[in-house]
């Protein structure tokens, strides 16, 4: 072990920068979010004083929770989407090998390299135009379709690990495709189905850019917008974002919690069938 730590400090020197750099905002943010705007400590100490009226605020404001509300129904019928139908999509190019649908595989993984908000012109005048600006389903909308294309990516390479002679099997017991998908492919999915869950709905969660084009109303406001609130022409309350911002995060933490087994099962999974 010694020879090892010898050989390989840097690594663990390297593994240590690394962490504090992303636990060091963390730390910074709950210290923050206990502090009173009276405090004039640095962001690094302690509180003098534990003040939770901070935390108070944003849940009597009424604000937060609205906003929480918001930002929880986009994500879950984004990620509703994105499950349904990039599965139903990755079903078919996993399963019938042909030039066509290599192209298309191409086609999706080239959309992935486009930078969203390189067409937020084109699609702002769209929902213009379908009167889908200050809905949540234009926003709902637009969030599954930028996260389609990973999700068909790695839908397709772990449908392709999964034998056909299930799909043969099923057939011969009278199931058609569309009960064939539902009833025996996507079960086996839970650890890929988990990894999109954690990475898409994440970066649902914390979607800012189109949400402040597209939901310009305060009550559709998500949560992302509603801290911004906190930073106006007129002051900015860094304890109050820093307070709003912990209860943004503390839903994501619990998720990752209980799924994480699966989310490092499907990722390794996923980077080999693939």
């Not at 009226?53 to 984004?78: D, M, Y």
């Not at 042909?98 to 084109?122: A, E, Q």
């Amino acid at each position: 072990m010694k020879k090892e730590f010898k050989r390989d400090w840097w690594k663990y020197l390297l593994g240590l920068a690394i962490i504090i750099f992303h636990v060091l905002p963390m730390y910074v943010l709950i210290v923050m979010a206990f502090k009173s705007m009276s405090d004039s400590s640095s962001f690094l100490s302690l509180p003098q004083e534990i003040y939770t009226q901070n935390f108070i605020e944003v849940f009597e404001s009424g604000n937060i929770p609205t906003a929480l509300k918001n930002t929880v129904i986009v994500t879950i019928f984004v990620l509703l989407i994105e499950i349904v139908a990039g599965g139903l999509a990755a079903y078919p190019l996993s399963r019938n090998k042909s030039k066509w649908n290599s192209r298309v595989k191409g086609v999706i993984i080239g959309v992935m390299m486009i930078p969203s908000l390189s067409i937020l012109v084109g699609v702002y005048s769209l929902l213009v135009s379908i009167h889908g600006i200050s809905q949540l389903w234009g926003i709902i909308l637009v969030s599954a379709a930028f996260g389609l294309p990973m999700t068909i990516y790695l839908f397709s390479n772990f449908i392709s690990a999964i034998p056909s002679s299930l799909d043969e099997a099923s057939a011969i017991d009278g199931c058609g495709v569309i009960k064939t998908f539902f009833y025996i492919i996507l079960p086996q999915l839970k650890p890929v189905t988990v990894t999109v869950i954690i990475l898409n709905g994440v970066s649902i969660w914390n979607e800012y850019a189109y949400s402040l084009y597209i939901l310009q109303k305060p009550k559709m406001y998500t949560l992302t917008l509603m801290i911004s609130q906190y930073f106006s022409t007129s002051g900015k309350d860094l304890n109050g974002a820093a307070a709003a911002a912990c209860v943004a995060i503390f839903p994501l933490i619990i998720l990752y919690v209980f799924l994480q087994k699966y989310f490092i099962q499907g990722t390794i999974d996923s980077a080999v069938k693939g």
